[in-house]
């Protein structure tokens, strides 16, 4: 299919939203406290469907190209998505845009696919005149990264590629296993992604960030039903089944970052060598941790900036990062998560029992003597 041509028209924040952002959001309040001025703008595509995106920070420009469940508001409000926005807003400016179908954007789409998802990329960078930038891509964002800088290699200066893929699941080994898979992930979003029960989206945020809190887990439920429909979610997951940009990777001119979690749960490992392998001159990161978004209190969170910062040339940041938990948050999450763990418990109530029984014996010794 050839290029899409697009087309762009800024547009002021009450000129347009969606309806059905969710008030049960509310509750997810750790993001209120830091003042970040946002300012949530608008460009029509092509086919007349309407983008959100903002721009914060200062600095040389960094575009994050759109992934699954993101939601401009929310990104900054729930624990998942800030800290890793206010780390690299700390010293570049961080232009994010909801892709067609979710978060601020237009909800009812006709026409969804990754040669629009390009094309949607494109209409936010010509409605910013932007010449260059650094580009950045994670998760179902790195092959529509690769994608935009083959074709647009005179725009991008560096690509950041985290958690990435060059191949989408229908690609991978074992074709009738991720069918299957894909099957069942789309009767759980039939079934209840719409619904107030959070099970059905805790089987993805339990891929996604399989070592997140329960804070962490809950709110990311409750952003999944905020940023996109059920049906939105399933077509999503038919796109993202079928790409295959492996052949354009050689292609790749511009200096490129590839960074991935060695035991990601939801993007394997070696999906992310496959694009350092095939990009020349690629440099890898790997990262330690199982959760596929990086959270504040991942070991990686520290890792990923800082070889991102090192990357474009800046130096480290140094102390407490942005969005990142003080050491009082973190106490306090450790000591939750030990008021919760029933086996720590039963080993203070033995350890409790043991000490009466010893306090008991010693008293009748000495009634004794």
Not at 122 to 135: I, N, Y
Not at 150 to 165: A, D, K, M
Not at 284 to 309: K, M, Q, T, W, Y
Request: net charge neutral.
């Amino acid at each position: 299919m050839p290029p899409i041509a697009s087309s762009s028209r800024a547009a002021s924040k009450r000129d347009w939203r969606p309806a059905g952002n969710d008030a049960r959001m509310n509750f997810c309040r750790e993001g209120e406290g830091l003042r970040v001025h946002q300012e949530i703008q608008y460009c029509t595509t092509s086919d007349d469907v309407r983008l959100a995106y903002s721009v914060i920070g200062k600095g040389t420009p960094i575009v994050r190209a759109s992934h699954w469940l993101s939601h401009l508001e929310y990104d900054l409000k729930y624990p998942v998505y800030r800290h890793l926005i206010l780390g690299l807003a700390h010293r570049h400016s961080v232009i994010r845009y909801d892709g067609r179908g979710i978060g601020l954007s237009q909800r009812q789409v006709t026409e969804f696919s990754f040669e629009r998802w390009i094309s949607d990329l494109e209409c936010v960078v010509d409605a910013l005149s932007l010449k260059r930038f650094v580009l950045f891509g994670m998760s179902q964002g790195a092959p529509i990264s690769i994608q935009y800088a083959v074709r647009h290699p005179e725009r991008v200066t560096h690509l950041i590629i985290c958690g990435g893929f060059a191949r989408g699941f229908l690609h991978w080994d074992d074709v009738d296993h991720q069918k299957q898979s894909l099957e069942l992930s789309r009767a759980l979003i039939r079934q209840g992604w719409g619904s107030d029960k959070e099970a059905y989206r805790q089987w993805f945020t339990s891929h996604l960030i399989p070592e997140a809190t329960a804070d962490q887990s809950r709110c990311f439920n409750q952003a999944e039903h905020a940023s996109a429909t059920p049906e939105m979610a399933e077509k999503f997951l038919d796109v993202v089944a079928d790409i295959d940009v492996v052949g354009l990777l050689p292609n790749v001119k511009m200096p490129t970052l590839i960074l991935h979690c060695r035991n990601d749960a939801l993007i394997p490992f070696s999906l992310g060598q496959e694009l350092a392998s095939r990009i020349s001159g690629a440099k890898f990161v790997p990262l330690e941790g199982r959760n596929h978004i990086i959270l504040a209190n991942d070991p990686a969170h520290r890792s990923f900036l800082n070889a991102v910062f090192s990357f474009l040339g800046d130096p480290p940041i140094k102390g407490v990062l942005p969005g990142g938990e003080k050491f009082k948050d973190r106490l306090e999450n450790i000591v939750k998560g030990l008021e919760q763990n029933w086996f720590i418990k039963l080993i203070a109530i033995l350890a409790a029992i043991a000490g009466v029984l010893l306090f008991g014996e010693e008293v009748w010794r000495i009634l004794r003597r």
